[in-house]
């Protein structure tokens, strides 16, 4: 628990929060500053940015973000009456792109996830409900991980439980690992379910052994707490298993809702439909929906006029875990809004006035983000630190490379930390006090006794010895060049203008347009720009010119694009397009 807790809206300026932690102005800016952005005291900083300063500053506050309205909150921690009942556990089914997470959510739901991808839309989530012993589980599946994120962002989660698929012929990657830190982040369970065992090239143990090394999920078999199931979506082995033991992690959550309260929850999907108006899809947190009732979510009300569940059938009630469809919003609420219960149209409208008009007052004066925020953190803290233990022969010249070992310098970049020193031969002593792989232990003029040596080979730890000073001081240098992060170079090599779009794929825009200026490359990255906004970074898979691949297309001509995206995104005639050449340029420290 930290000392002090802290209540903010989800913005606040530079001088009222340091007036709230009780700080100089000053040191807040500082902060702010050493993480590259450049606020005054009048400029506002979002949620998360306030966040990320105190815990940067290492202060025991603990910050929380403010109600916009009692009336509209889903917080998880809710609390529960005497009266609450069981729920249905929330499971959000995510993993890496391929891998099998629609097919393995079709072999649990037994039916095909008709509006599942085919749409494209990722910042939706799709929710689906099965059965297993007579009890009800929650699915939500979303394309990609955008929408959870999102989500997240908005401070609010219902997520129980994550399935992290991972197929068992490809390990983990990028995405597992995305989801795996989601799945933290949120405090949800995590189930992993090892996909494609049916496949002769499924190697299980490598998954396991991937996942237990580099991510500290141990397998329950390996003494571990990490619940790993192997399942085929294909065959449908293993499936019901999976079911099994989310039910488990449920009941050991012991998850409750009020039911006997107003009706509160998340939107998780919205769309306008022809003849039907708005169709909002709901995930209800706790209470209970019927029609007729007045819904507000964000700055959008309306009265409930069907209440439909996720096949579409109507209902005449929803509880809390339910995914539901409803139609009677007269404008269309924005995903990962809260929505809550009015008592009347009068009411309703009177929320969504006063909703209105924070959302008008945040969108004006927030200008640094969270996200800036952590681009920017992230940037500072990787792999900064060199860590090194020194022994020596004797005192003094274990004095001379201490000294010299310090004047190494990475204009603060990347720091070296020495953990340890001492006099005479490396020791068992320092291959334990060195324990990871990125320690390095400098001797100078002393020896690597074998029983050690052993040691040095089991435990991975480096050892380096030297006579000559300056040798050990150039390999502290080089060691220090490779822990600094490269500098990214973009080269402009040219632009367009969007003249026609011929095809919109998930992945992929086929489109034409003309060189303006340089040339157009196959190979290369385009910003799309509309406005003078970047709507978009894509990829140039190929170019054309008259209708024939080329290498290069050049000003003054008509180029054909084949562009590869990693989502959906509707290009239009008259976008920009700028290509250019991005490299990572190795830095090294003269
Ligand atoms: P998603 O991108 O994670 O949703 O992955 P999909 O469900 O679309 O599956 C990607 C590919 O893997 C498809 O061709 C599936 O047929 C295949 N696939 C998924 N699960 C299995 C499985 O258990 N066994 C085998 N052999 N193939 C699978």
């Known amino acids: 628990m930290a000392e002090k807790i802290v209540i903010i809206a989800n913005s606040i300026t530079v001088g009222e929060l340091a007036d709230t932690l009780n700080l100089p102005v000053t040191t807040l800016v500082g902060e702010l500053f050493k993480n590259g952005i450049a606020a005054t005291i009048n400029q506002r900083i979002d949620f998360e940015t306030a966040q990320i300063i105190v815990d940067e500053l290492g202060l025991d506050v603990e910050i929380q973000m403010k109600q916009v309205s009692d009336a509209v909150s889903t917080r998880k921690t809710h609390e529960l009456s005497k009266d609450a009942v069981s729920r249905p556990p929330i499971v959000a089914v995510m993993g890496h792109v391929d891998h099998g997470k629609t097919s393995l959510l079709d072999a649990i739901l037994d039916i095909k996830s008709v509006d599942g991808e085919a749409g494209g839309i990722t910042q939706h989530i799709s929710a689906y409900q099965t059965e297993r012993a007579d009890r009800k589980i929650t699915l939500l599946d979303t394309p990609g991980h955008e929408a959870f994120a999102a989500l997240r962002q908005h401070g609010a989660l219902l997520t129980d439980v994550v399935i992290i698929v991972v197929a068992a012929d490809d390990g983990v990657k990028p995405q597992t690992v995305e989801a795996i830190r989601f799945a933290r982040s949120a405090n949800a369970k995590i189930i992993v379910a090892i996909n494609k065992i049916d496949k002769e090239t499924a190697n299980s143990q490598l998954v396991k052994t991937q996942l237990a090394t580099e991510h500290e999920m141990n397998p329950e078999e390996w003494g571990g707490d990490t619940v790993m199931v192997e399942v085929s979506a294909k065959t449908g082995q293993g499936v019901d298993k999976l079911l099994d033991m989310v039910l488990l992690v449920a009941d050991m959550e012991e998850l409750r809702a009020d039911i006997d309260v107003p009706a509160e929850g998340l939107v998780i999907e919205s769309h306008m439909e022809h003849g039907r108006g708005s169709v909002v899809g709901l995930l209800l947190a706790h209470g209970e929906l019927t029609t007729g009732q007045f819904l507000v979510a964000g700055t959008a009300y309306g009265k409930i006029r069907t209440l439909l569940d996720f096949r579409n059938k109507p209902l005449k009630k929803a509880g809390p875990s339910t995914p539901v469809t409803v139609t009677g919003f007269k404008e269309l609420p924005q995903f990962g809004d809260e929505f809550g219960i009015a008592t009347s149209e009068k009411q309703a409208r009177q929320m969504v006035e006063k909703m209105r008009a924070e959302r008008e007052h945040d969108a004006a004066s927030t200008n640094v983000t969270g996200a800036d925020m952590l681009k920017m953190i992230s940037q500072k803290h990787e792999s900064q630190e060199f860590k090194v233990i020194v022994k020596a022969d004797v005192q003094g010249s274990l004095t001379s490379v201490i000294d010299s070992l310090k004047l190494v310098d990475t204009e603060g970049e990347v720091t070296l930390r020495i953990i340890g020193t001492g006099v005479g031969n490396i020791s068992e002593n320092d291959i334990r006090l060195a324990a990871d792989e990125k320690t390095v232990i400098y001797g100078f003029n002393v020896d690597l006794p074998p029983a050690v040596k052993r040691l040095t080979a089991r435990d991975k730890v480096q050892v380096r010895i030297f006579k000559v000073i300056y040798e050990l001081l150039d390999d502290a240098r080089q060691s220090m060049s490779d822990l600094l992060a490269p500098e990214v170079v973009e080269t402009e090599v040219g632009k367009l203008t969007i003249k026609g779009v011929f095809r919109t794929q998930k992945d992929a825009i086929i489109a034409g ?63 920009k397009l700028e290509f250019f050449t991005r490299e990572l340029v190795k830095r090294i420290i003269s």
């Open 513 to 575: 347009g003309e060189v303006t200026e340089g040339k157009a490359i196959s190979g290369v990255i385009a910003r799309i720009k509309r406005k003078g906004e970047q709507i978009a970074e894509v990829e140039v898979v190929s170019v054309q010119r008259e209708q024939q691949e080329a290498k290069e297309v050049f000003e003054g001509d008509l180029c054909g694009l084949n562009l590869k995206t990693n989502k959906k995104i509707l290009v239009e005639e008259g976008d």
